[in-house]
């Protein structure tokens, strides 16, 4: 496989797929070299990203590929270097010391991609761009202490979170900048508990110039968490250190924070940002377009900004979709081909199922109690009800396998992984097994 075409795939799929998890299982791949033509070998850098790939992004990866070069089939992934697994994760980047370390609990990078220059104004966002702004220029130093940035999924959130941290890092790069969603500072800091680590995961946190924690309402209901932060949040706020929060609700609304967390979050300022209007989304569009230097008139911009509206995620998805299929056909962007990519992707999508609700369904279908496939209960006939249920929460939800191992009782990624191929081989050698999940699998569907 070329390196053009592989640098083809990776820039459809960074867009097509949360960013840290880009950066996360995708940024230390390299690809080897091979004649095979039918082929794409790459290596990852440990066995875990190298699992986790095969598990998860197979597919995607050798249908992304196909779209550029119809004759691949397969996949084959090596490891460069046998790190473990184990090693502690990078929390702190700095753009004159990177040492991406991708391990199981490795924090995400800011992505390079998130910066000012490339997040189109409008009247939707100037507000929130401004005080961005403000706070990059001068971080900890204006009134916005907290800024917080609320606003709905898919409209720049985490893009302009993280141009905060590129330009500070731009500009003063001894700054430590710490980036994180709430949900993976939950999830390390469980972690951190298990393993007597606390303080040292803490620690991290607390000596940072500047913390952008992004999504914080999945803080709700997350009682030593929120109690946590709110000790980090205090140790940054007394020394002057810039806090950015971004939420999907204003702080007033969100539920099931304790109000001294949210009484803080509205010591400083809370912007919001809107859906894009039709100009905003047209020129979202073209910058998107000239960014992959595709050429699209302007009668068709406005098209597609007419039928996309819901977010702008959404509207890169278009973007790229054309991209794919003027590159396979080598023709121009006509109107019929819009039509035909707007129409693929109106298709429903997959329904967010949730791990609860796997587990749920599985102990209703083999009538155990919910909390023996939740805890570390040995009984055989539990163990394999556990393991059918990690099985559909792998191949049915969209969490990872630490994600899914936390919800059986704190069971680690290689637990899941092990299920995994477990009720595979079991579903090849008895078909009742087979029928009972694929029972499961269809009420799920429902
Ligand atoms: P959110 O965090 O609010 O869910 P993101 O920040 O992830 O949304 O944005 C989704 C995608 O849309 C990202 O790829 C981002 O670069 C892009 N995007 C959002 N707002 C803008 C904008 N104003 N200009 C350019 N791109 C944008
Ligand atoms: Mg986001």
Not at 209 to 238: C, H, P, R, W
Not at 278 to 302: G, H, P
Not at 310 to 333: C, F, M, P, Q
Request: charged share 20%; with cysteine; glycine share 4%.
């Amino acid at each position: 496989m070329h390196t053009t075409l592989w640098q083809n795939v990776l820039s459809v799929i960074s867009r097509s797929i949360d960013t840290n998890r880009f950066e996360t299982w995708f940024r230390p791949l390299t690809l080897i070299h091979g004649d095979d033509p039918v082929s794409i070998s790459i290596s990852a850098p440990n066995q875990y990203i190298a699992d986790f790939l095969e598990q998860h992004y197979k597919h995607l990866i050798i249908s992304t590929a196909k779209q550029f070069s119809p004759e691949i089939e397969n996949l084959s992934i090596t490891i460069t270097n046998k790190s473990s697994i184990e090693n502690e994760p990078v929390v702190v980047t700095s753009h004159d010391n990177i040492v991406p370390k991708y391990e199981a609990s490795s924090f995400p990078q800011l992505n390079k991609r998130f910066t000012l220059d490339k997040f189109v104004v409008g009247p939707n966002n100037q507000f929130a761009r401004s005080a961005a702004l403000a706070v990059s220029d001068s971080p900890g130093k204006t009134k916005f202490n907290p800024l917080l940035i609320y606003g709905g999924v898919g409209l720049g959130k985490t893009h302009l979170l993280q141009s905060i941290g590129n330009y500070v890092l731009n500009n003063s790069p001894k700054y430590i900048v710490s980036y994180i969603t709430s949900e993976e500072f939950y999830l390390n800091f469980i972690d951190a508990i298990k393993n007597n680590s606390t303080k040292k995961f803490t620690a991290k946190f607390r000596s940072s110039d500047l913390l952008l924690m992004d999504d914080v309402q999945f803080f709700a209901g997350k009682e030593s968490t929120q109690e946590e932060f709110f000790y980090i949040f205090n140790t940054l706020y007394q020394n002057g250190k810039q806090i950015v929060l971004t939420s999907d609700l204003p702080p007033s609304s969100l539920m099931g924070l304790q109000d001294r967390l949210i009484s803080r979050f509205q010591w400083g300022l809370s912007v919001d940002i809107q859906p894009p209007d039709l100009e905003t989304r047209v020129a979202i569009l073209k910058k998107k377009a000239e960014e992959d230097n595709l050429s699209i008139s302007q009668d068709i911009l406005y098209y597609i900004a007419e039928n996309v509206s819901s977010n702008i995620r959404e509207l890169e998805g278009v973007v790229i979709h054309l991209l794919a299929y003027a590159s396979i056909t080598k023709s121009d962007v006509t109107i019929d081909l819009v039509r035909s990519v707007l129409k693929e992707n109106s298709k429903p999508q997959k329904t967010k199922l949730s791990i609860d609700k796997v587990i749920d369904k599985v102990a209703d279908y083999y009538k155990v109690p919910v909390n023996n496939i939740r805890e570390k209960n040995r009984r055989k006939e539990v163990a394999h009800c556990r393991q059918v249920a990690m099985y559909i929460s792998k191949i049915m939800t969209n969490n990872s396998l630490k994600t899914i191992g936390l919800n059986f009782g704190g069971r680690d990624h290689s637990t899941v992984i092990h299920a995994v191929q477990q009720i595979e081989s079991l579903k090849d050698k008895d078909t009742s097994i087979a029928k009972d999940i694929d029972y499961i699998i269809s009420s799920l569907n429902n």
